[in-house]
């Protein structure tokens, strides 16, 4: 989803991938029209000040209502600390016409001084160590959390600062409901499943499914990966590689046996084949269903939605096999980044901005522009006190550095289908090792036409 993120960034998440652009469509659905910026046209963008008073850097970012407000905070914040610089905003579009404008102005040097766009495979296929200007040496670069800089690093250099906030995938889950039946956020598995039997003996519905908004039917597949990485370190590599399978690799397959699971255990709400994110949220919120697989951007919904019911409503990571090894799959924020073409006075003022983006001060403006949808992953930077309750309890799995970065960051492999394919299997229509070898069969068609080697 990462062009995704709601989030609401269509920027997180992997537009390479069927995935990105299905949450690019309900970003478009829950964030407002983009705002017109006055006077940011292309032709008086990127120029020094003519007023010879300082440097006058552009910065391009796509046009979805939260990644323009975040993109116009930050640069307004940081031209109001510094005088001698001015940052303006240039927008583009977004999906595969934006990642378009963003490879043919860097081929061209035409690119903006400064530019948003996606960390993760779209990073990767931007070819970073010919187009941009690495940022290792930076003092700051030592505050961004790890796996960030993992999906923003090419030949052992970094590039990019974070754009916001990460967004995680796991169970949002009603903790009234779990209060009154005296449950315990689960760890593994087999505990999520034993609450969703007590649950079920309660008379609520165990897991909210909405299957009429194709898109939420793949949640508990992806945001199983942290599981998977943690069983088999190396799938990701191997998956780009031709050489792992979801179907032949245990770890993997399992993603799609849970979601075969609690259909064939009777857990999902009673309209889940024809349900939106909406009508699931609602169930949440009301304590008619207690667990809903999604992206924490979808609290967005919620206190739109039911902002009295917001206070009942927590989140968790997909549980795997392991308490031990418990931890959160993230869908990464884009990156900030500087093209090699930019050079001179404009160079050094852009590295001042992204210095201020990966900084508290740069947080905080973020913060200020729209409102996270998950903790921002620079040293220092704290979310708002006011944040939903879902939100901070994402705060914990950063602490511990028990986070994966989702499959689609780390690899470019992702079929077409796979929306499909989960509906399939989590109505009951297909079980889950033949989804796994179809969607293996849809996946290959996808990487050879990449051209990835070993497909």
Known sequence: MQGRHPHLRPVWLDGASQWSTQTRRVLATLAATALALAGCSAGDLGSSDDSGSGTTISFL?????????????????????????????????????????????????DMTDVFMYNS???????????????????????????????????????????????????????????????LQVPKTWADFMANNAKIKAAGIAPVVQTYQDTWTSQLIVLADFHNVAAAAPDFAEQYTAGKAKYAT?????????????????????????????????????????????????????????????????????LPGDDAAKNGLTVWEPAGVYIPKTTSGPKLDAARKFLQFVASKDGCDAMAKATTPFGPFLVKGCTLPADVAAPIKDMQPYFDNGANSPALEFLSPV??????????????????????????????KKQAQQLGLPGW
């Open 61 to 109: 970012a796509d046009n979805s209502d939260a990644s323009l407000k975040t993109a116009q905070g930050v640069a307004d914040a940081f031209n109001a600390k510094h005088a001698g610089v001015t940052v303006k905003v240039e927008t583009r579009p977004q999906g595969t016409e934006g990642d378009n404008v963003v490879k043919t102005r860097l081929s061209t040097g």
């Open 414 to 443: 992702k079929g077409p289908s796979l929306e499909q394919i989960t509906v399939e299997v989590g109505s009951g229509i297909r079980k889950a090792p033949d989804g796994a070898a179809l969607y293996d069969q849809d996946v």
């Open 120 to 182: 993760g495979s779209l990073f990767q296929a931007l070819k970073p160590e010919q187009n941009l200007a690495p940022i290792s040496d930076q003092p700051y670069v030592g505050d961004l959390d790890n796996t960030f800089k993992s999906t923003v690093s090419a030949g052992g250099k970094v590039y990019g600062v974070p754009f916001g906030g990460a967004t995680g995938g796991g169970i949002l889950y009603n903790k009234a409901v779990y209060t009154k039946l005296g």
């Open 249 to 317: 690799t245990p770890a993997a397959l399992k993603s799609f046996q849970r979601l075969q699971e609690v259909h064939d255990a009777g857990y999902l709400t009673t309209d889940f084949a024809s349900t939106k994110l909406e009508a699931g949220i609602k169930h949440l919120a009301d304590g008619t269903g207690a667990h809903y697989p999604m992206l924490t951007f979808a609290v967005g919904t919620l206190v739109s939605q039911s902002p009295d019911k917001v206070g009942d409503i927590g989140f968790f990571a």
